[in-house]
């Protein structure tokens, strides 16, 4: 059964054009977040949520946005997509914040700029 | 600044050998070490989370070490076969930094051919 749902698996956008990733959680953790991973790169944080306090990493450009409406569900938009934006958006989550915790993912979002 | 390296970035064997992946972190001031596998196109799925007050934690096949003191951990695969391939990356938070906060390895991919 999957825990950390992501959609869609495969966007296309056009350079420009805003653009939202969803992800979803059925563990009921506190914790959501966002990562960014280019080619053949480490994934980044790019920031995340724990409960309904947001938490941006400092490097994050402003281009990127969140959202999380509920436990449940959490967005990732991008206001003004670049080419240099292309790459695969990870969701996860954690029962709590405390480095402790192990960080579940999802499928990944791959995002394809135009 | 935590730096977590994976050396080599690309490892292939053929099936049934035994095989060991590297990866070294800067600041041995850790919580824990994390291994994830990361199929092509895929998110990432956790195979093993040591704590920093563990010496190893076992999986079935996969056998995790860690080393605090030198900044080493070992992802340990015995019996390897054609469905371990994959890419490989460690991952320990980022003491003092935002909770959660997993750095990354680049990874080590893995090729198992039958």
């Known amino acids: 059964d999957a825990m ?25 953790h506190n914790v959501m977040y966002w990562y960014q991973q ?32 509920n436990t449940s ?14 790459a695969m958006y990870l969701c996860a989550t954690s029962r709590d914040a405390f480095n402790q915790e192990t960080q579940y993912f999802g499928p990944g979002t791959r995002l394809l700029v135009l | 600044k935590q730096e977590v390296t994976q050396i080599p970035a690309a490892l292939s064997v053929p099936e049934g050998e035994n095989l060991v992946l590297n990866c070294s972190f800067t600041d041995s001031a850790i919580y824990n070490l994390q291994w994830f596998r990361q199929d092509p196109g895929k998110g990432l799925t956790s195979l093993l989370l040591i704590q920093s007050s563990q010496r190893e934690q076992t999986s079935g096949r996969l056998n995790a070490s860690l080393d605090k003191s030198s900044g080493r951990s070992t992802l340990y695969i015995a019996a390897s076969q054609p469905g371990d391939s994959a890419t490989y990356l460690c991952a320990v938070p980022n003491y003092g930094g935002s909770q959660g906060n997993l750095i990354f390895g680049k990874g080590t991919k893995l090729s198992v051919k039958p």
Request: net charge positive.
């Open chain 1, 73 to 86: 569900f959490c967005f990732l938009d991008i206001r003004s997509p670049g080419l240099g934006d292309a």
């Open chain 1, 4 to 28: 950390v749902i992501q959609n869609p698996r495969y966007q296309v956008t056009q350079f420009g054009k805003p653009v939202t990733l969803s992800c979803s959680q059925t563990l009921n």
């Open chain 1, 38 to 69: 280019k080619s053949s790169q480490a994934p980044k944080l790019l920031f995340h949520y724990y409960d309904k306090d947001f938490n941006n990493e400092a490097d994050t450009p402003d281009n990127f946005q969140s959202r999380r409406p």
